[in-house]
Protein backbone atom coordinates (compact mmCIF):
# COMPACT_ATOMS: atom_id res chain seq x y z
CA UNK A 1 0.00 0.00 0.00
CA UNK A 2 1.56 3.42 -1.34
CA UNK A 3 1.03 6.03 0.83
CA UNK A 4 -0.45 9.05 -0.23
CA UNK A 5 1.78 12.12 -1.27
CA UNK A 6 0.82 15.01 -0.33
CA UNK A 7 1.58 18.18 -1.76
CA UNK A 8 3.70 20.62 -0.05
CA UNK A 9 2.42 23.66 0.55
CA UNK A 10 4.55 26.99 0.12
CA UNK A 11 4.72 28.55 3.04
CA UNK A 12 5.47 32.28 2.44
CA UNK A 13 9.39 33.06 3.39
CA UNK A 14 9.97 34.89 6.88
CA UNK A 15 10.92 38.83 6.58
CA UNK A 16 14.54 39.14 6.47
CA UNK A 17 15.74 41.13 9.53
CA UNK A 18 16.46 44.86 8.91
CA UNK A 19 20.21 45.27 9.45
CA UNK A 20 21.84 48.72 9.90
CA UNK A 21 22.98 49.23 6.41
CA UNK A 22 19.69 51.04 5.59
CA UNK A 23 19.52 53.24 8.43
CA UNK A 24 21.80 56.55 8.66
CA UNK A 25 25.01 55.89 10.80
CA UNK A 26 25.09 58.59 12.36
CA UNK A 27 23.50 61.86 12.37
CA UNK A 28 25.13 63.83 10.08
CA UNK A 29 23.72 61.44 7.06
CA UNK A 30 20.19 62.99 7.91
CA UNK A 31 18.35 65.65 6.03
CA UNK A 32 20.31 68.64 6.92
CA UNK A 33 16.98 70.65 5.89
CA UNK A 34 14.52 68.82 8.11
CA UNK A 35 17.43 69.44 10.63
CA UNK A 36 17.39 72.91 10.21
CA UNK A 37 13.88 73.09 10.29
CA UNK A 38 13.59 71.47 13.52
CA UNK A 39 16.04 73.72 14.82
CA UNK A 40 14.95 77.06 14.26
CA UNK A 41 11.38 75.92 15.90
CA UNK A 42 13.08 74.82 19.04
CA UNK A 43 14.76 78.14 18.99
CA UNK A 44 11.65 80.17 18.27
CA UNK A 45 9.70 78.19 21.26
CA UNK A 46 12.43 79.09 23.82
CA UNK A 47 12.27 82.62 22.47
CA UNK A 48 8.37 82.84 22.93
CA UNK A 49 8.81 81.12 26.21
CA UNK A 50 11.43 83.10 27.76
CA UNK A 51 11.73 86.44 25.09
CA UNK A 52 14.12 87.63 23.04
CA UNK A 53 17.72 86.81 23.15
CA UNK A 54 16.98 83.85 25.37
CA UNK A 55 19.09 81.86 22.94
CA UNK A 56 21.70 82.40 20.34
CA UNK A 57 24.02 81.59 18.45
CA UNK A 58 27.63 82.57 19.71
CA UNK A 59 29.16 83.98 16.03
CA UNK A 60 26.35 86.46 15.78
CA UNK A 61 27.13 90.16 16.18
CA UNK A 62 26.55 92.06 19.71
CA UNK A 63 25.79 88.64 21.30
CA UNK A 64 28.92 88.33 23.05
CA UNK A 65 32.32 90.79 23.11
CA UNK A 66 34.75 89.50 21.15
CA UNK A 67 37.62 91.11 22.94
CA UNK A 68 37.86 91.24 26.55
CA UNK A 69 37.35 94.85 27.86
CA UNK A 70 39.35 95.68 30.92
CA UNK A 71 39.91 98.65 33.30
CA UNK A 72 43.82 99.27 34.38
CA UNK A 73 45.17 98.16 37.53
CA UNK A 74 47.44 102.09 37.76
CA UNK A 75 50.52 99.09 37.29
CA UNK A 76 51.42 98.47 34.19
CA UNK A 77 53.45 95.07 34.93
CA UNK A 78 50.24 94.00 36.73
CA UNK A 79 48.01 94.69 33.70
CA UNK A 80 50.75 92.48 31.25
CA UNK A 81 50.06 89.48 33.92
CA UNK A 82 46.22 89.76 33.32
CA UNK A 83 46.05 89.39 29.56
CA UNK A 84 47.10 93.08 28.42
CA UNK A 85 44.20 94.96 29.25
CA UNK A 86 44.19 95.33 33.45
CA UNK A 87 41.05 93.63 35.48
CA UNK A 88 37.76 92.17 32.69
CA UNK A 89 34.58 93.85 32.95
CA UNK A 90 31.53 92.18 33.72
CA UNK A 91 33.24 89.75 36.11
CA UNK A 92 33.76 89.10 39.90
CA UNK A 93 37.54 89.71 40.97
CA UNK A 94 39.08 89.01 44.25
CA UNK A 95 42.06 90.64 45.79
CA UNK A 96 43.40 89.19 48.91
CA UNK A 97 46.66 89.13 51.13
CA UNK A 98 47.81 89.95 54.86
CA UNK A 99 47.47 93.31 56.53
CA UNK A 100 48.98 96.23 54.95
CA UNK A 101 49.72 94.71 51.90
CA UNK A 102 48.27 97.17 49.53
CA UNK A 103 44.95 95.42 48.88
CA UNK A 104 42.56 98.83 49.56
CA UNK A 105 45.86 101.15 47.77
CA UNK A 106 44.95 98.46 44.02
CA UNK A 107 41.81 98.66 44.29
CA UNK A 108 41.96 103.41 44.51
CA UNK A 109 44.20 102.67 41.93
CA UNK A 110 41.28 100.98 39.81
CA UNK A 111 38.60 103.27 40.55
CA UNK A 112 41.13 106.12 39.65
CA UNK A 113 41.80 104.60 35.80
CA UNK A 114 37.65 104.06 35.63
CA UNK A 115 37.21 107.65 36.80
CA UNK A 116 39.74 108.77 34.10
CA UNK A 117 38.39 106.65 31.48
CA UNK A 118 34.69 108.57 32.47
CA UNK A 119 32.80 105.79 34.43
CA UNK A 120 31.39 105.70 37.63
CA UNK A 121 32.99 103.97 40.27
CA UNK A 122 31.18 103.04 44.17
CA UNK A 123 32.92 101.84 47.17
CA UNK A 124 31.48 99.81 50.04
CA UNK A 125 33.46 100.36 53.29
CA UNK A 126 32.18 98.04 55.50
CA UNK A 127 35.22 98.48 57.20
CA UNK A 128 34.82 102.00 58.15
CA UNK A 129 38.10 103.07 57.16
CA UNK A 130 38.34 104.80 54.09
CA UNK A 131 40.69 107.36 53.94
CA UNK A 132 39.56 110.34 51.61
CA UNK A 133 43.18 112.23 51.55
CA UNK A 134 44.74 109.08 50.77
CA UNK A 135 42.04 108.54 48.14
CA UNK A 136 42.93 111.62 46.24
CA UNK A 137 46.68 111.06 46.46
CA UNK A 138 46.24 108.19 44.03
CA UNK A 139 43.93 110.40 41.56
CA UNK A 140 40.72 109.41 42.78
CA UNK A 141 37.74 112.01 41.93
CA UNK A 142 36.02 112.16 45.50
CA UNK A 143 33.44 113.95 44.12
CA UNK A 144 32.34 111.36 41.80
CA UNK A 145 32.80 108.45 44.13
CA UNK A 146 30.10 106.63 45.30
CA UNK A 147 30.29 105.83 49.23
CA UNK A 148 28.33 103.33 51.34
CA UNK A 149 28.90 102.35 55.10
CA UNK A 150 26.68 99.57 55.40
CA UNK A 151 25.94 98.13 59.24
CA UNK A 152 25.29 94.70 58.49
CA UNK A 153 26.56 92.75 55.26
CA UNK A 154 22.97 91.96 53.82
CA UNK A 155 22.37 95.80 53.48
CA UNK A 156 25.80 95.54 51.77
CA UNK A 157 25.37 92.97 49.42
CA UNK A 158 21.79 93.77 48.35
CA UNK A 159 23.43 98.32 48.09
CA UNK A 160 25.86 96.45 45.56
CA UNK A 161 23.24 94.14 43.64
CA UNK A 162 20.95 97.52 43.46
CA UNK A 163 24.09 99.76 41.65
CA UNK A 164 25.21 96.53 39.51
CA UNK A 165 21.35 95.90 38.29
CA UNK A 166 21.09 99.78 37.58
CA UNK A 167 23.58 99.21 33.93
CA UNK A 168 25.14 102.81 35.30
CA UNK A 169 27.93 101.80 37.63
CA UNK A 170 31.19 100.74 35.97
CA UNK A 171 33.54 99.82 39.14
CA UNK A 172 31.80 98.41 42.51
CA UNK A 173 34.25 98.12 45.72
CA UNK A 174 33.65 95.24 48.50
CA UNK A 175 35.83 96.44 51.70
CA UNK A 176 36.20 93.67 53.01
CA UNK A 177 34.23 90.10 52.62
CA UNK A 178 35.13 89.51 56.25
CA UNK A 179 33.70 92.72 57.58
CA UNK A 180 30.20 91.53 55.75
CA UNK A 181 29.02 90.67 59.21
CA UNK A 182 25.41 89.21 58.84
CA UNK A 183 22.52 90.79 60.73
CA UNK A 184 21.70 87.81 62.87
CA UNK A 185 25.30 88.11 63.92
CA UNK A 186 25.25 92.00 64.95
CA UNK A 187 21.58 91.09 66.66
CA UNK A 188 23.02 88.34 68.80
CA UNK A 189 25.40 88.83 71.65
CA UNK A 190 29.21 88.37 72.56
CA UNK A 191 30.06 84.41 72.13
CA UNK A 192 27.33 83.61 69.93
CA UNK A 193 28.29 80.77 67.78
CA UNK A 194 26.87 80.86 64.22
CA UNK A 195 28.64 78.38 61.92
CA UNK A 196 28.07 78.40 58.30
CA UNK A 197 26.80 81.91 58.67
CA UNK A 198 28.67 84.43 56.94
CA UNK A 199 29.78 81.18 53.87
CA UNK A 200 25.82 80.69 53.18
CA UNK A 201 25.23 84.82 53.33
CA UNK A 202 28.20 85.31 50.45
CA UNK A 203 26.91 82.24 48.26
CA UNK A 204 23.28 83.56 48.34
CA UNK A 205 25.00 86.94 47.05
CA UNK A 206 26.92 85.71 44.54
CA UNK A 207 24.78 83.22 43.04
CA UNK A 208 22.22 86.17 42.71
CA UNK A 209 25.07 88.47 41.68
CA UNK A 210 26.63 86.76 38.76
CA UNK A 211 24.54 87.03 36.12
CA UNK A 212 24.07 90.84 36.57
CA UNK A 213 27.51 91.62 36.54
CA UNK A 214 27.93 90.28 33.56
CA UNK A 215 25.20 91.61 31.70
CA UNK A 216 25.66 95.09 33.37
CA UNK A 217 29.39 94.79 32.19
CA UNK A 218 30.71 96.43 35.61
CA UNK A 219 33.53 95.06 37.51
CA UNK A 220 33.13 93.94 41.15
CA UNK A 221 36.06 93.64 43.13
CA UNK A 222 35.95 91.85 46.76
CA UNK A 223 38.85 92.33 49.07
CA UNK A 224 39.25 89.46 51.29
CA UNK A 225 41.39 88.92 54.41
CA UNK A 226 43.53 86.00 55.17
CA UNK A 227 42.84 83.75 58.18
CA UNK A 228 44.71 80.41 59.55
CA UNK A 229 43.39 76.85 59.26
CA UNK A 230 43.91 75.11 62.98
CA UNK A 231 45.58 71.76 62.49
CA UNK A 232 47.33 72.14 59.54
CA UNK A 233 50.54 70.18 59.49
CA UNK A 234 51.39 69.81 55.54
CA UNK A 235 51.09 72.75 53.16
CA UNK A 236 50.17 76.44 53.70
CA UNK A 237 47.30 76.64 56.53
CA UNK A 238 46.14 80.18 54.76
CA UNK A 239 42.35 80.71 53.55
CA UNK A 240 39.95 83.66 52.71
CA UNK A 241 37.11 84.16 54.67
CA UNK A 242 33.70 83.89 53.49
CA UNK A 243 33.60 80.31 52.36
CA UNK A 244 34.42 78.69 49.04
CA UNK A 245 31.84 80.32 46.82
CA UNK A 246 33.89 83.40 46.13
CA UNK A 247 37.09 81.34 45.01
CA UNK A 248 34.48 79.88 42.52
CA UNK A 249 32.45 82.98 41.16
CA UNK A 250 36.01 84.88 40.35
CA UNK A 251 37.06 85.11 37.19
CA UNK A 252 40.48 86.88 39.08
CA UNK A 253 42.31 86.15 42.11
CA UNK A 254 45.43 88.09 43.17
CA UNK A 255 47.19 87.85 46.66
CA UNK A 256 49.39 90.91 47.09
CA UNK A 257 51.79 90.52 49.77
CA UNK A 258 54.15 93.02 50.81
CA UNK A 259 58.15 91.71 50.64
CA UNK A 260 59.85 94.35 51.49
CA UNK A 261 60.83 97.93 53.09
CA UNK A 262 62.01 101.35 50.50
CA UNK A 263 64.26 103.54 52.59
CA UNK A 264 65.11 107.11 51.73
CA UNK A 265 68.17 107.62 54.63
CA UNK A 266 67.02 105.91 57.76
CA UNK A 267 62.82 106.63 57.11
CA UNK A 268 60.83 104.37 55.28
CA UNK A 269 59.17 105.82 52.22
CA UNK A 270 57.56 102.30 51.07
CA UNK A 271 56.92 98.91 50.48
CA UNK A 272 58.32 96.62 47.82
CA UNK A 273 55.08 94.72 46.93
CA UNK A 274 54.87 90.93 44.79
CA UNK A 275 51.08 90.38 43.36
CA UNK A 276 50.58 86.67 42.54
CA UNK A 277 47.92 85.92 39.90
CA UNK A 278 46.24 83.07 41.58
CA UNK A 279 43.39 82.17 39.03
CA UNK A 280 43.03 83.99 35.84
CA UNK A 281 40.13 82.91 33.28
CA UNK A 282 40.93 85.44 30.70
CA UNK A 283 44.84 84.58 30.56
CA UNK A 284 47.37 82.59 31.81
CA UNK A 285 47.19 82.29 35.67
CA UNK A 286 50.19 81.91 38.05
CA UNK A 287 52.63 84.82 36.74
CA UNK A 288 53.96 87.22 39.26
CA UNK A 289 55.10 90.95 39.38
CA UNK A 290 56.36 93.20 41.85
CA UNK A 291 56.65 97.07 42.30
CA UNK A 292 56.72 99.49 44.59
CA UNK A 293 54.10 101.42 47.04
CA UNK A 294 55.51 104.45 48.26
CA UNK A 295 52.87 106.41 51.10
CA UNK A 296 52.47 109.47 49.56
CA UNK A 297 51.72 108.48 45.66
CA UNK A 298 50.82 104.63 45.81
CA UNK A 299 52.16 102.43 42.90
CA UNK A 300 55.50 103.99 41.57
CA UNK A 301 54.58 104.25 37.82
CA UNK A 302 58.10 105.95 36.69
CA UNK A 303 59.77 103.48 38.93
CA UNK A 304 57.77 100.57 37.50
CA UNK A 305 58.79 102.05 33.88
CA UNK A 306 62.34 101.47 34.95
CA UNK A 307 62.34 98.34 36.00
CA UNK A 308 60.05 96.94 33.09
CA UNK A 309 62.20 99.00 30.46
CA UNK A 310 65.55 97.41 31.51
CA UNK A 311 63.89 93.62 31.38
CA UNK A 312 62.47 94.78 27.70
CA UNK A 313 64.95 96.46 26.56
CA UNK A 314 64.13 100.04 26.08
CA UNK A 315 66.26 100.98 29.23
CA UNK A 316 69.98 100.67 29.46
CA UNK A 317 72.17 100.62 32.26
CA UNK A 318 75.73 100.98 32.73
CA UNK A 319 76.94 100.52 36.14
CA UNK A 320 74.53 103.32 38.20
CA UNK A 321 73.41 105.02 35.18
CA UNK A 322 70.36 104.66 33.76
CA UNK A 323 69.67 105.80 29.74
CA UNK A 324 66.88 105.51 27.63
CA UNK A 325 66.93 104.30 23.50
CA UNK A 326 64.90 106.80 22.17
CA UNK A 327 64.11 105.93 18.19
CA UNK A 328 64.80 109.48 16.82
CA UNK A 329 66.91 111.13 19.72
CA UNK A 330 69.10 108.03 20.33
CA UNK A 331 70.52 107.50 23.91
CA UNK A 332 69.02 109.60 26.53
CA UNK A 333 70.60 109.98 29.73
CA UNK A 334 68.21 109.46 32.66
CA UNK A 335 70.30 109.88 36.08
CA UNK A 336 72.93 108.23 38.34
CA UNK A 337 70.57 105.87 40.12
CA UNK A 338 67.21 104.81 39.95
CA UNK A 339 65.95 107.41 42.46
CA UNK A 340 67.57 109.88 40.07
CA UNK A 341 66.21 108.34 36.78
CA UNK A 342 63.17 107.73 38.71
CA UNK A 343 62.90 111.62 39.62
CA UNK A 344 63.62 112.35 35.86
CA UNK A 345 61.30 110.90 34.38
CA UNK A 346 58.57 112.25 36.96
CA UNK A 347 60.01 115.94 35.65
CA UNK A 348 59.40 114.93 32.01
CA UNK A 349 55.91 113.21 31.66
CA UNK A 350 56.11 113.26 27.74
CA UNK A 351 59.14 110.92 27.94
CA UNK A 352 57.57 108.63 30.73
CA UNK A 353 54.35 108.26 28.39
CA UNK A 354 56.41 107.50 25.54
CA UNK A 355 57.96 104.58 27.26
CA UNK A 356 54.83 103.40 28.45
CA UNK A 357 53.42 103.31 25.38
CA UNK A 358 56.41 101.20 24.40
CA UNK A 359 55.95 98.76 26.82
CA UNK A 360 52.38 98.37 26.91
CA UNK A 361 52.66 97.97 22.87
CA UNK A 362 55.14 95.12 23.83
CA UNK A 363 53.05 92.90 25.56
CA UNK A 364 50.44 93.36 23.36
CA UNK A 365 48.82 89.50 23.25
CA UNK A 366 49.49 88.63 19.45
CA UNK A 367 46.38 87.82 17.64
CA UNK A 368 44.89 84.71 17.26
CA UNK A 369 45.79 82.62 14.31
CA UNK A 370 43.35 81.09 12.23
CA UNK A 371 43.14 77.11 13.11
CA UNK A 372 43.97 74.73 10.11
CA UNK A 373 41.62 73.30 7.94
CA UNK A 374 40.82 69.46 8.66
CA UNK A 375 41.54 67.07 6.36
CA UNK A 376 39.66 67.07 2.95
CA UNK A 377 38.22 70.55 3.64
CA UNK A 378 38.19 73.30 1.38
CA UNK A 379 40.18 75.75 2.17
CA UNK A 380 39.03 79.90 1.01
CA UNK A 381 41.60 80.15 -1.49
CA UNK A 382 40.74 77.26 -2.90
CA UNK A 383 36.46 77.72 -2.79
CA UNK A 384 37.38 81.00 -4.42
CA UNK A 385 39.25 79.33 -6.85
CA UNK A 386 42.37 79.16 -6.13
CA UNK A 387 44.81 77.42 -8.40
CA UNK A 388 45.94 74.42 -6.98
CA UNK A 389 49.26 71.41 -8.02
CA UNK A 390 47.67 69.63 -10.63
CA UNK A 391 46.20 72.47 -12.56
CA UNK A 392 49.63 73.76 -12.24
CA UNK A 393 51.03 70.62 -13.60
CA UNK A 394 48.83 71.08 -16.78
Given at each position: MKKSSRSKTSRPAAPKKRTGAGLPRDRSQQDGAQRDKALTAAMDEIERSYGKGSIMRLGEENVLATEMRGISTGSIALDGALGGKGLPRGRVVEIYGPESSGKTTLTLHVVGSAQ????????????????????????????????????????????????????????????????????????????????????????QALRKLTSAIAKSDCLVIFINQIREKIGVMFGSP???????ALKFYSSVRLDIRRIGQLKDADQ???????????????????????????????ISREGELLDMGLSEGSVLRSGTWYSLKHPTEGEIRLGQGQERARRFLIDNPELADELERTLRAAMAPAPAEEPAPARGEKTSESAAGAPTETANKA
Amino acid sequence: MKKSSRSKTSRPAAPKKRTGAGLPRDRSQQDGAQRDKALTAAMDEIERSYGKGSIMRLGEENVLATEMRGISTGSIALDGALGGKGLPRGRVVEIYGPESSGKTTLTLHVVGSAQKAGGICAFVDAEHALDPSYARKLGVNLDDLLVSQPDTGEQALEIVETLVRSNAVDVVVIDSVAALVPRAEIEGEMGDSFVGLHARLMSQALRKLTSAIAKSDCLVIFINQIREKIGVMFGSPETTTGGRALKFYSSVRLDIRRIGQLKDADQVVGNRTKVTVVKNKMAPPFRKVEFDILFNCGISREGELLDMGLSEGSVLRSGTWYSLKHPTEGEIRLGQGQERARRFLIDNPELADELERTLRAAMAPAPAEEPAPARGEKTSESAAGAPTETANKA
